[in-house]
């Protein structure tokens, strides 16, 4: 069964400084990967994904991840947090055992200070 | 642009009552899927329906049921709520291959 993992519940950063939020998956056969962020009291917006090609891949708000097959990890990055950056943050990957549906990981809250 | 639109936004239930969550899409999506959110869990599906006219189980369907009424709109019922249910739920559309639309979210508590 497909399994993702985010291994810190919470991540500190001050304004300005890079930020990653680490991810890191199980699945059978190709990975089809994605990043969310929810807001408060918001549902979940999309904000990249990865499905083949460059192990880089770039999304919204400045925001992008990198694809490590060989660490089955796909780490989200932005190169200077922002305070409105703060929110939680869900790796995915696809589940075809349930009609394509996405399996989610527990989610990383992400305080940015200023 | 609505995309996926959930109601209501706030339920607050009785044990053993009953409640339908709507939602309707209006992207031409085949797919749509119903979560629940509960803290340090992440999201987890509780039915899908791959097309219209079939509905599937999830990772969690105990105590639910759901209805594909027609292409834009997917229901879920509680038919007789328990505390457990308490949970923030949220119904989704999905392109094929590509990522997920989802509702503003349905926050329900059962006392």
């Known amino acids: 069964a497909q399994s993702v993992a985010q291994p810190e519940d919470q991540v500190n950063v001050a304004e300005g400084n890079p930020l990653t939020v680490k991810c890191t998956y199980s699945?059978?056969?190709?990975?089809?990967l994605f990043w969310y962020v929810q807001y408060p009291n918001r549902g979940l917006q999309f904000l990249l994904k990865y499905i083949t090609g460059d192990n880089l891949v770039k999304g919204s708000y400045g925001f992008e991840a990198e694809f490590n097959k060989s660490q089955t990890s796909f780490h989200l990055k932005k190169p200077s947090a922002l305070v409105s950056d703060s929110a939680l943050y869900f790796c995915?990957?696809?589940?075809?055992?349930?009609?394509?549906?996405?399996?989610f990981g527990p989610g990383t809250r992400l305080s940015v200070l200023p | 642009n609505a995309g996926v639109t959930q109601t209501p936004k706030f339920q607050v239930l009785k044990t053993g009552q009953s409640m339908t969550l709507q939602c309707a899409q209006d992207?031409?999506?085949?797919?749509m899927y119903w979560y629940r959110q509960d803290p340090g869990m992440g999201l987890r599906l509780i039915y899908y329906s791959a097309s219209e006219g079939t509905t599937d189980k999830g990772e969690v369907p105990n105590g639910y049921n759901v209805s594909r009424l027609n292409k834009r709109e997917f229901s879920l019922r509680l038919e007789s709520a328990a505390p457990s249910q308490t949970s923030v739920y949220f119904c989704?559309?999905?392109?094929?291959?590509?990522?997920?639309?989802f509702g503003q979210g349905t926050r329900l508590t059962v006392v």
């Open positions: 995915a990957v696809r589940d075809m055992n349930y009609g394509q549906n996405f399996v």
């Open positions: 699945v059978s056969g190709n990975p089809y």
């Open positions: 989704a559309s999905i392109r094929q291959g590509y990522e997920a639309f």
């Open positions: 992207m031409n999506h085949n797919s």
